[in-house]
Structures are given as structure tokens and as C-alpha cells.
């Protein structure tokens, strides 16, 4: 038994090697340097306490992350509850717009918003020209274009968990409700929503994780003038040569990251966030 | 009659409104790349395709394309046939040990491409593959994998194991069951997967800034610099083209997938 299996270890042998020699082992040397330069010890931890930039990248990122998700996560479960209770035929296109943003390259979409929302871009013209406002409005590199850029790119990663746990609803507990006279809001309030909790929370864990280290969205629309700990990252590393202090910044967004999802794989199992694969 | 339960009319609006403001953005570069003018903007008096005959007629857009093209190809390659065993040897397996490293598989998805990207940028400089094909491929090779993992996972859960079972109780061998019993069931998620890990590559932006810079200069990297640098119509046809590209991409793995489900 024992020899048998041993032609199936061989098989993962191969995807085991590459991701311990490049993956694993790039990023190990990150957590490493993070305590070793520019001199050995807990100093570049120490900036987090004492560092009023690297502590404001911190909040900034944050306060973004929460934005964004709480946005992604209404209007995701909009969208996920219209195409959970849409008919057969129906939820086919709907599952389309879904799907075809989120495969569409982030850089695409990145600067298809820069079109949009820049100071001669076409929202700003179409508002000029229709008379509603005099001068442009500040729509892009700031916090705001950000936030509308990075809630654009997170929306089909919500529908997917909420779309998931909404169809496991029976269909028959909502026909239930309603023959018993429930109002369409409490129908919702009190069956449905209760019932895609699972999914909302995978949704919300998911997207909160993909905001946290995201890069070329804010980069682009942030326009350099809002800084989210990625960008701050590598402007440490390629631009300011502090392998310390970038290396310790990317350390905690690891940590942040993987507690996340230790807390949440308590409450919800990470199988909905990642799929069966997980 | 109807008896299902619908969405009243404001959830139905406020659904419109969401799927628009999905697609907008991404609809909206085309008429942008067919302006005549020399800015971004919309069309003013006539369409043109002199946009397009830029991208097309330049030999650093078709040199950009052409580069990520093969780092795809070769790193889609890498990815299918690691993940894919991956898959079926953990699978196979099935026990704690295995499942530790299907999480492992997963990492690349977890972990900011940011943080990989500053370790890959220093690990490389000691192996002499900054700016090299190789090493782009190898990192969007290692990144590749949880794409195939998920999707050949999922296609082996639908595999009856008795099947296996059977062809190895008749006396074939590991390679022949491999070949003849387990991977044409699972095609369609093979397929499905390659078709990910191919996106993932060519999209791939993070870690060729920090791990490339002349020699190898993929498409997103020369659509960052001209983000960056001069926003003009050229790119709106490159997005166009881009745009393309992906949604037949999209298509053919639903396609894949409608005919597997049949």
C-alpha cells in the first residue's frame, strides 16, 4: 500500500519543488530582511510605534479597505440577489456581467476610469456641456477615485460567495413566507438575509484581503498623492532603497492578512472563499 | 402563473444600475479609440481606425505583444503540468498532509503580488534572472498554478474513484491510468484552467515592475508606461484590442464548460 502511494507523492513532487524554490523561498527572504537590515533586530517594527508616515500609509489603507469593501458588499448583494431569484434564461446574461469584468485586465479598467473621471475627462465635459457645473470636479487622483476604481474591480469578487450561498436558499422557504402573508421585507429580513450570512461574510472576508495589498488601481488613480501601504512598498524599495523598512511593511500586511483569515475560518469555512479547490 | 419569488422594482433598478456601472468603463474605450482627434475624447466629427494602425504599425507595441504572448504560453505550460499532477496526486491522497498543501497551492492568490514581487526582485538578482524571459516565466509559471489546482480539483470531484480503482485492479500501470482513465475525464478542467493561468500571465503587471526592465518589456508593463506618461488615444485601442481578446478567451471556456455540462 505504502509503495503505491508513493507514484502519487511523485505527482505533487513537481508543483511541491517550484513553489518552495520560487515562491516560498522569495518571500521567506522578505520576512528575513524585514529583521536583519539595515542593522539586526526589532528597529524597523519599532517605526510602526514611532513613525507618524508610516503609521498615517497604515490608517489611509484602512480607511480605504473599509470603504471599498462595505460598497462592494452592497452593491454585490444587490446584484447577486437579482440574479439568484432571476429566471433560468435571465441569469445567464446577468452571470455574464459578472463575469466579464472580472477578467477584463485591471490595467484596462484602470484607465478607463482615468478617461472618465479626469479633469478634461468625459464625465467632467458631459457635466460641463449639460451646464450642471462650472468648474471640473476633482473626480480622480484622490481618495475618491481610488475608492470608485478599486469597488469597480472588487464588485464580481463579492457576487461570487453571495451568488454561491444564495443558491443554496430553498426557493420554497421565500414561496413559504410569503403565502404565510410575510411582506416582501420581511421575507428578506428575516429569511434571506439570514440565510446568505455565510456568503456574506466569505464575500466580505475575500474582498477586505484583495483590497489590503492591491496595487495598480490606487497607484493609477491615486495619482501618487494618496498612498496605500502597496504602492508605499514599493516606493521604499525602488525608489528610497529602504529594504528594512519596506520589507517590515510588507511583513505586516502578510500577518494582517493571514489573521484575517485565521479569525474568519472560524466563524465561515474558507471553502466558500476560495472555492472547492481550498 | 408565477410562482417564484422576484425582486420588487427598486432592487431591479438598483441591479441596472450596478451591471452599468460594471460595464460602462469597460464599453466605454471604444468609442474613446475611435475618436479622430489626437486626445482622448469622443468621437467629434468622424470615426477613424488611425488608432489602431499606430499600435498595429509600431514595433514596440507588436514587439510588447509578441514578448507576452510567449512568457504566457511558457508559463501557462509550466503551471498546467504542475498544478494539474498537483492536483490529482493530493486528491488522490487525500489526507491531512495533502490538504496543507492544496493550501499551500493557494498562497500565490493570497499573498499581495507586491510582497512577492520585492522578494522575487531581490532572489533573482542573485540568480542572474532580472530581465530575463526565463525568470518572468517561472514567476508567472509558480503564480499560475492555484488557477489550475482550483479548477482540476473541482473536475476530480465530480470523478467517480472507483474508476481508478477499477483500471488499477485490471493491472494498469500509474502512467496508464494517468493517461487513459483519469485525464480525459478531467480535460475540460485542465483546459479551463490553462485558459486562467494564460489570462493571469498576460495581465500580469506587479512583478514584472520590479523583476524586468528593457530587454523584457511585456504589454501591461508598456500600457503602464503610457498611462503614466501620455495619456493618448493609442491606448484606448490597445485596451480595445485587449477587451477583445480576453472576452473570446472568456467564451471559449464557457463554451468548454456548456459542452462538458451537456
Known amino acids: 500500500m505504502r509503495r503505491q502511494d508513493a507514484g502519487w507523492w511523485l505527482l505533487i513532487l513537481p508543483a511541491f519543488l517550484l513553489m518552495t524554490a520560487f515562491y516560498v523561498a522569495p518571500i521567506a527572504q522578505v520576512l528575513a530582511i524585514s ?44 446584484l ?14 446577468w452571470i455574464l456581467a459578472v463575469l466579464v469584468p472580472l477578467w477584463i485586465s485591471v490595467l484596462v479598467r484602470a484607465f478607463a476610469w ?32 481610488i475608492i470608485v476604481g478599486m469597488v469597480h474591480y472588487m ?21 413559504a413566507a410569503r403565502g404565510l402573508g410575510a411582506s416582501r421585507l420581511t421575507i428578506f429580513g428575516r429569511v434571506f438575509l439570514p440565510l446568505s450570512m455565510p456568503g456574506l461574510i466569505a464575500a466580505g472576508v475575500l474582498v477586505f484581503i484583495f483590497s489590503l495589498g492591491f496595487y495598480i488601481t490606487p497607484a493609477i488613480l491615486g495619482g501618487g498623492k494618496t498612498l496605500m501601504v502597496a504602492e508605499w512598498i514599493g516606493l521604499q524599495i525602488l525608489d528610497l532603497i529602504r529594504w528594512g ?10 500577518v494582517a492578512i493571514l489573521a484575517t483569515l485565521a479569525i474568519f475560518s472560524r466563524v465561515v469555512d474558507l471553502r466558500r472563499v476560495f472555492g472547492s479547490g481550498a | 402563473m408565477d410562482h417564484a419569488h422576484r425582486p420588487g422594482p427598486w432592487i431591479s433598478a438598483a441591479a441596472w444600475a450596478v451591471a452599468i456601472y460594471l460595464l460602462v468603463p469597460i464599453t466605454i474605450v471604444i468609442p474613446v479609440s475611435l475618436t479622430d482627434q489626437r486626445f482622448l475624447s469622443l468621437p467629434q466629427e468622424a470615426l477613424s481606425l488611425r488608432h489602431y494602425a499606430t499600435v498595429l504599425g509600431s514595433p514596440e507595441w507588436l514587439n510588447s505583444i509578441w514578448q507576452s504572448f510567449l512568457i504566457a504560453v511558457a508559463s501557462t505550460a509550466i503551471a498546467v503540468v504542475a498544478g494539474t499532477l498537483c492536483a490529482i496526486g493530493c486528491w488522490r491522497l ?3 498532509s495533502t490538504e496543507l498543501i492544496r ?21 533573482f538578482a542573485n540568480l542572474d534572472l532580472l530581465d530575463r ?7 508567472h509559471g509558480v503564480t499560475g498554478i492555484p488557477y489550475v489546482v482550483i479548477t482540476v480539483s473541482t473536475a476530480l470531484a465530480a470523478f467517480d474513484p472507483r474508476l481508478e480503482q477499477a483500471a488499477r485492479g485490471m493491472g494498469a500501470s500509474l502512467s496508464q491510468t494517468l493517461r487513459w482513465v483519469i485525464l480525459p475525464r478531467i480535460a475540460p478542467g485542465i483546459v479551463s484552467g490553462a485558459i486562467f493561468a494564460f489570462i493571469h500571465s498576460w495581465d500580469e503587471l506587479v512583478i514584472v515592475l520590479f523583476i524586468a526592465s528593457r530587454d523584457v518589456f511585456t504589454l501591461p508593463r508598456r500600457i503602464w508606461d503610457g498611462i503614466n506618461e501620455n495619456l493618448d488615444p493609442a491606448m484606448a485601442a490597445v485596451a480595445v484590442l485587449l477587451v477583445v481578446f480576453t472576452l473570446l478567451l472568456l467564451l471559449l471556456d464557457l463554451a468548454l464548460r456548456k459542452r462538458r455540462d451537456a
Request: with cysteine.
Open chain 1, 35 to 78: 529583521f536583519t537590515e539595515p542593522s539586526p533586530g526589532l528597529g524597523n517594527y519599532e517605526r510602526l510605534f514611532t513613525s507618524e508616515s508610516v503609521q498615517r500609509v497604515i490608517l489611509t489603507t484602512l480607511r480605504i479597505c473599509v470603504i471599498t469593501t462595505s460598497l462592494a458588499l452592497l452593491l454585490g448583494y444587490i
Open chain 1, 80 to 93: 447577486a440577489y437579482k440574479i439568484a431569484l432571476a429566471s433560468e434564461a435571465a441569469r445567464q446574461w
Open chain 1, 114 to 145: 482615468v478617461t472618465l473621471l479626469r479633469r478634461q475627462g468625459l464625465v467632467n465635459n458631459a457635466l460641463m456641456e449639460a451646464g450642471v457645473i462650472s468648474e471640473p470636479l476633482q473626480l480622480v487622483w484622490n481618495e475618491f477615485g
Open chain 1, 155 to 175: 464588485v464580481p469578487y463579492a457576487v461570487l460567495p453571495l451568488l454561491a450561498s444564495m443558491r443554496e436558499i430553498d426557493p420554497r422557504l421565500l414561496a
Open chain 1, 245 to 254: 523598512l519596506g520589507t517590515m511593511m510588507a511583513t505586516v500586511l502578510v
Open chain 2, 94 to 96: 487525500s489526507r491531512k
Open chain 2, 103 to 123: 493550501a499551500l497551492m493557494l498562497l500565490p492568490i493570497i499573498i499581495p503580488s507586491i510582497v512577492y514581487a520585492i522578494g522575487l526582485y531581490r532572489y
Open chain 2, 133 to 139: 524571459f526565463l525568470g518572468v516565466a517561472l514567476a
